[in-house]
């Protein structure tokens, strides 16, 4: 079955980066966006952008552009997304979740989430 | 970017109640309207896609409908698993934006 695991917990300074690994397993990686939605606490979600896990090719959005990278690697079949510039605001549960094979931008599998919280 | 707006905010109900949510875009999305249900400290769990269409394994209680700019979720008997927030989220155009999410408590 389709599992996305991701990496623990993160405490960051305000002003630091923060890279987030999500691992996945039970289908093919490089068939498959891999988007990154984010939830500040007691928050909605809030999409971020998403990566061509076959062609690495990327679009954020654009309230990120700038400081928010992805990147994958298809040997480990992991994604990446790495914050910069960190905020208090950035202070929320990230999660990685892939398209549905149907469906563009239809999330269908999830990580767990990845808390990052953010200090000054 | 499309605003997407749910209501209500929060409803209290009870088992095996029939209820509503609704999910309004601001601008007309045809039918690229996702419905995904949360539960506290776990991910969203994608229920509908394309307004309609029931995702594999989602209980047939579950229903939407919809098209343009105004969307429903229903939920034909309420069951105790029910008991959750509830978020529409389009996937028109980029960026893909979500509705504020519906709380639905136990009355």
């Known amino acids: 079955q389709v599992q996305l695991v991701q990496s623990g917990a993160e405490v960051k300074k305000s002003g630091a980066s923060v890279k987030v690994s999500c691992k996945a397993s039970?289908?093919?990686?490089?068939?498959?966006?891999m988007h990154w939605v984010r939830q500040a606490p007691g928050q909605g979600l809030e999409w971020m952008g998403r990566?061509?896990?076959?062609?690495?090719?990327?679009n954020y959005a654009q309230k990120f552009q700038g400081r928010f990278t992805l990147t994958r690697d298809t040997s480990i079949d992991t994604a990446y997304m790495e914050l910069s510039r960190l905020t208090s605001d950035d202070t929320a549960v990230y999660y990685c979740?892939?398209?549905?094979?149907?469906?563009?931008?239809?999330?269908?599998?999830w990580g767990q989430g990845t808390l990052v919280s953010v200090s000054s | 970017d499309i605003q997407m707006t749910q209501s209500p905010s929060s409803l209290s109900a009870s088992v095996g109640d029939r209820v509503t949510i609704t999910c309004r875009a601001s601008?007309?999305?045809?039918?690229?309207l996702n419905w995904y249900q949360q539960k506290p400290g776990k991910a969203p769990k994608l229920l509908i896609y394309?307004?309609?269409t029931l995702q594999s394994g989602v209980p047939s209680r579950f229903s939407g409908s919809g098209s343009g700019t105004d969307f429903t979720l229903t939920i034909g008997s309420l069951q105790p698993e029910d008991f959750a927030t509830y978020y529409c989220?389009?996937?028109?155009?980029?960026?893909?934006?979500f509705g504020q999410g519906t709380k639905v408590e136990i009355k």
């Open positions: 979740a892939r398209d549905h094979p149907s469906s563009v931008a239809t999330f269908d599998s």
């Open positions: 039970g289908y093919g990686f490089n068939g498959y966006y």
């Open positions: 990566i061509n896990c076959n062609s690495g090719g990327t």
């Open positions: 601008q007309s999305i045809s039918t690229s």
């Open positions: 394309a307004a309609s």
């Open positions: 989220q389009q996937n028109f155009n980029t960026p893909r934006t």
